[in-house]
T-cell receptor, first 111, second 110 residues
Framework: DAGITQSPRHKVTETGTPVTLRCHQT?????MYWYRQDPGHGLRLIHY???????DKGEVSDGYSVSRSKTEDFLLTLESATSSQTSVYFC??????????FGPGTRLLVL | RKEVEQDPGPFNVPEGATVAFNCTYS??????FFWYRQDCRKEPKLLMS???SGNEDGRFTAQLNRASQYISLLIRDSKLSDSATYLC???????????FGSGTQLTVLP
């Protein structure tokens, strides 16, 4: 257990609404990541953070923004949700160069 | 061409069999290599890191071939509980961000 929680765990929302997903860690690790997982595409990196207020884009960042105002929290916002953003979202932390752990995931359905 | 590629399977093998998965990568500057296991509707769990010298953990052996740019995972004496999707993850960024293959599905049959 790497001390990662995600909230909410499940969410149904409507197209055009903003949605914020939260990732919380208990151990003050520097690096945090948001991935999405879709059938046929595997896990794809959305955004990542290498410290408080330090974030960067990943492979599939369009339509998403992130914020990290505290070490322990990394927020992912869908500015205006679309059906193509229906997915499972995983947060991850890097504990060492050789260990990266995932949170339990958030299942998002955009209608 | 995808940066990281895996055979999606499915691999259906009998209990006790030996099965091997490969994962190829295109970025020669890749630094760290991992195998993850993911059960249905769960998060990926780190199975093992992969080192140039190869490493073993019980029935699992991982190897890295930098010259040919692939990593492999060998599972010996397969158990029913090994049924899962196996993902390779490869890091080539300064922030340790991973690029994943799409996963290989393994089913071990009684």
């Amino acid at each position: 257990d790497a001390g990662i929680t995600q909230s909410p765990r499940h969410k149904v929302t409507e197209t055009g609404t903003p949605v914020t997903l939260r990732c919380h860690q208990t151990e003050n690790h520097r690096y945090m990541y948001w991935y999405r997982q879709d059938p046929g595409h595997g896990l794809r990196l959305i955004h990542y953070s290498y410290g408080v207020k330090d974030t960067d884009k990943g492979e599939v960042s369009d339509g998403y923004s992130v914020s990290r105002s505290k070490t322990e929290d990394f927020l992912l916002t869908l500015e205006s949700a679309t059906s193509s953003q229906t997915s499972v979202y995983f947060c991850a932390i890097s504990v060492t160069e050789e260990t990266q752990y995932f949170g339990p995931g958030t299942r998002l359905l955009v209608l | 061409r995808k940066e990281v590629e895996q055979d999606p399977g499915p691999f259906n093998v009998p209990e006790g069999a030996t099965v091997a998965f490969n994962c190829t990568y295109s970025n020669s500057a890749s630094q760290s290599f991992f195998w993850y296991r993911q059960d249905c509707r769960k998060e990926p769990k780190l199975l093992m890191s992969v080192y140039s010298s190869g490493n073993e953990d019980g029935r699992f052996t991982a190897q890295l071939n930098r010259a040919s740019q692939y990593i492999s995972l060998l599972i010996r004496d397969s158990k029913l509980s090994d049924s899962a999707t196996y993902l390779c993850g490869i890091s080539s960024g300064s922030a340790r961000q991973l690029t994943f293959g799409s996963g290989t599905q393994l089913t071990v049959l009684p």
